[in-house]
């Protein structure tokens, strides 16, 4: 409707309006990089998808019915065709940390990262105040779709770990890790399928 499209483009404009007050006051526009973070839980109550089979049967893919899960920290940025990433058993902030560390390891001595995420319990302040060359920006609640890398749990997914069994946690991280490392190995699939227009504030 014309009001949830006013809403948010409303939207839009004040995430574009934080992210330059992010932006530390000597450094110019173009030496900034977007990020975008989140985290997914995947394990052995996996996704099931369609098969390709022979006409006429009805092929089976599997269903487990245990719960371990192991817990993926991911972040992209589409300029560059990066990610960095880390998966543990558990979130909480030490994890929140350290993955935070990788991005801002990541950035160059000129530039500054600016991480967007949504509001979870351990993305405080405390842990992100720890960094000098990158700033957070929070999403609005319930705006998965302001945030891309959901995308990439999709891909992930639905590429490569949708119809699996998996043995134990060990064989589960193994598992996402390569799932990981699949879809950032292509820079310009990483670019495309993450970048989007409100980010560019150079244009």
């Known amino acids: 409707t014309q009001n949830s499209l006013t809403k948010s483009k409303r939207i839009l404009k004040k995430l574009k309006n934080k992210t330059i007050q992010k932006i530390p006051g000597h450094m110019a526009l173009t030496q900034f990089d977007v990020w975008f973070q989140d985290e997914a839980r995947f394990g052995q109550q996996n996704t099931t998808t369609r098969l390709w089979a022979k006409t006429g049967t009805r092929p089976r893919a599997v269903k487990q019915q245990q719960f371990d899960y192991a817990y993926l920290f991911g972040s992209i940025c589409p300029s560059r065709g990066i990610g960095e990433a880390i998966v543990v058993p558990w979130v909480n902030q030490d994890a929140m940390h350290q993955h935070l560390q990788q991005i801002s390891d990541a950035t160059e001595p000129d530039r500054h990262a600016i991480v967007i995420m949504d509001g ?17 920006i929070k999403l609005p609640p319930y705006s998965p779709e302001l945030n891309p890398i959901e995308q990439v749990w999709s891909w992930m997914r639905q590429h490569c770990l949708a119809n699996m069994a998996f043995e134990n946690y060990e064989d589960i991280v193994d598992r996402v890790c390569d799932a990981w490392n699949t879809f950032i190995e292509c820079s310009k699939r990483v670019t495309k399928l993450c970048s989007r227009e409100w980010i560019e504030l150079t244009s």
């Open 120 to 136: 979870a319990g351990w993305h405080t302040d405390t842990v992100i105040n720890a960094f000098d060359n990158l700033s957070v």
